[in-house]
């Protein structure tokens, strides 16, 4: 391995728990705190707490079956040019 991939696996690292910390404080932090708390301004509403992770878990299945279908296309296609 490079150093190219290990600096770039640390700075995905570093994003994944920045993101997961952000995330968890949004989820479990802020429906404890008063509505004129200074943690509002940096946080979306609520109703997109749920809606990203939904929204972003659809355009993965989608993407992974667009990748299975292309896959088993191509694997047609080589079997009967055979």
């Excluded at 940096?42 to 878990?57: D, G, N, R, S, T």
Aim: no cysteine.
């Amino acid at each position: 391995m490079g150093v190219a991939d290990k600096t770039l696996g640390t700075i995905l690292v570093a994003a994944a728990a920045v993101i997961f910390a952000y995330y968890s404080a949004w989820v479990f932090l802020l429906p404890f705190a008063d509505k004129d708390n200074v943690m509002f301004r940096l946080f979306l509403p609520q109703e997109y707490a749920i809606l990203i992770p939904a929204l972003l878990l659809v355009l993965a299945i989608f993407v992974v079956s667009l990748f299975i279908s292309f896959v088993l296309y191509k694997e047609a296609s080589k079997k009967k040019t055979k």
